[in-house]
């Protein structure tokens, strides 16, 4: 049974998500590892590497309209580190032949990283590196991932920029560990060294978290407040830092489409657009949010863009794109009008009845910020966030609610008002509606006589 889980993960991976996953070994220990958090109960999967026959049989499954992603994962399937399958270099080959013009992008903690491999990466381009660094420094990075290898990491990243491969570096975030000034000398660092975009993170701690292994501490987790400070410092980094910045999760509350970044010697930071700038329009249309002003500069064209800048004033940028030119902007992930138009069939006619839209807390704010925008709010509609009393901390993203948080808050929402219509985030559930547990959503509906249906957008 278990094999056949295995399977069928492997497969939705590579086929939903284009992304395939080698392994799930890794050779670094991180102190914010999510892996060693969850709940009993969870079904997260351990792969060893896959064999040469396993991934020939993958690897035509990926699409060439979209990058192939390596390192990180959609499904139950644990994140590993690529390079530690033995023939990872081959595998890409393989994909390059199979894929000559496909973009491949490659997370990796850079530790094996050599100068052979980077010299093989070259001849694979058109290809990404993201290079999940942490620290800059070799002290630092031991103790946030008990890397033996630090020094090779750090060296990767000259190595990348000696051969003038893409590479985007990411950070997790935590100044009561290594301090605030190693956060702004390794943002620093990447900068000095040609990263593409730098992305920020918050560490998520469950109230399973091992206590302990944080050096000097007797938990990973500081005081209370952290989380604002934190945001507010590394807010500060992107407004002194060149390279664009992501922040996640930013708990944004609005969809004002302000620009977060621009990514050196693109077309937008060759026609003078700049970070903090606000979108007004688009060769005459409002963009509904920054997700669909980013995804209406997508393609060729020539766009006539109304900003309104830091300073106050109003003007008109003509942004020009060729075929496979990207703009070059960087935008906060919001939310999009097709997951709100998908919300809105999956309510049906207002006359049928009230829609309950159980959400994350991380994402409740944007649903109502966005569904006001389409619909008049009445009580046909109602977005509730919901808490993930399973995990617990500060976990707070949807796809990681499960079952029994969803029916806590219907338990509290039902004894008050009933509502006719129950949607849910699809993110939180497999291709059959179970969520991490193994539990369909569809107890819900008998365990409160209620019709639930999942949204496959939010």
């Excluded at 109304?306 to 496979?324: F, Q, W, Y």
Aim: neutral net charge.
């Amino acid at each position: 049974m278990k094999e056949e889980l295995v399977k069928q993960l492997l497969y939705t991976s590579v086929h939903k998500n284009n992304i395939l996953p080698l392994t799930t070994r890794c050779n670094v220990s991180c102190i914010f590892c999510s892996h060693g958090q969850n709940p009993p109960g969870i079904e997260a999967v351990a792969i060893p590497p896959l064999s040469w026959g396993d991934l020939e049989d993958m690897v035509i499954f990926l699409s060439p309209q979209n990058k192939v992603i390596l390192g990180e994962s959609a499904t139950r399937i644990m994140e590993g580190e690529p390079f530690t399958h033995p023939r990872c270099i081959e595998v890409l080959q393989m994909i390059r032949r199979n894929l000559p013009e496909t973009l491949i992008q490659i997370t990796t903690n850079g530790t094996l990283l050599t100068k052979e491999k980077v010299k093989a990466l070259k001849e694979l381009e058109p290809l990404e590196i993201v290079i999940s660094l942490n620290s800059s420094t070799v002290e630092k990075r031991q103790v946030l991932m008990n890397d033996r290898c630090a020094a090779s990491a750090i060296k990767a990243v000259q190595l990348l920029a000696d051969q003038s491969i893409t590479f985007h570096g990411s950070m997790v975030t935590m100044p009561w560990v290594t301090g605030y000034e190693d956060i702004k000398s390794t943002i620093t660092f990447l900068e000095q060294h040609g990263a593409e975009t730098i992305r920020t993170l918050l560490p998520g701690f469950t109230r399973h978290r091992k206590k302990g292994v944080c050096p000097r501490n007797t938990d990973l987790v500081p005081e209370p407040g952290w989380e604002d400070e934190l945001i507010d410092f590394l807010k500060q980094c992107r407004a002194e830092c060149t390279v664009p910045i992501t922040i996640e999760p930013l708990g944004l509350h609005d969809l004002k489409p302000t620009i977060t970044g621009v990514i050196a010697n693109s077309r937008s930071a060759e026609v003078g657009l700049k970070k903090g700038d606000l979108i007004k329009s688009i060769n005459g249309e409002v963009p509904f949010s920054r997700t669909e002003a980013f995804y209406q500069l997508k393609g060729p064209g020539r766009y006539t863009i109304e900003i309104a800048s830091a300073d106050g004033c109003n003007k008109d940028v003509v942004l020009p794109l060729g075929k496979e030119e990207k703009s070059g902007l960087v935008m906060d992930y919001d939310i999009s009008l097709r997951c709100l138009e998908e919300i809105v069939r999956a309510m049906g006619p207002q006359e049928q009845g009230s829609t309950l839209i159980l959400a994350s807390e991380f994402g409740a704010p944007l649903l109502q910020a966005g569904l006001k925008k389409i619909l008049k709010q009445d009580d046909s509609w109602e977005v509730v966030a919901v808490k993930n009393h399973s995990f617990g901390g500060n976990i707070r993203a949807a796809g990681l609610l499960l079952v029994e948080d969803f029916s806590i808050a219907l338990a509290k929402i039902s004894s008050l008002k009933k509502p006719d219509v129950v949607l849910l985030p699809a993110i939180a559930f497999d291709e059959k509606g179970k969520d991490l547990r193994g539990i369909s959503y569809t107890k819900l509906s008998s365990e409160y006589n209620i019709i639930v249906k999942i949204v496959n957008c939010f």
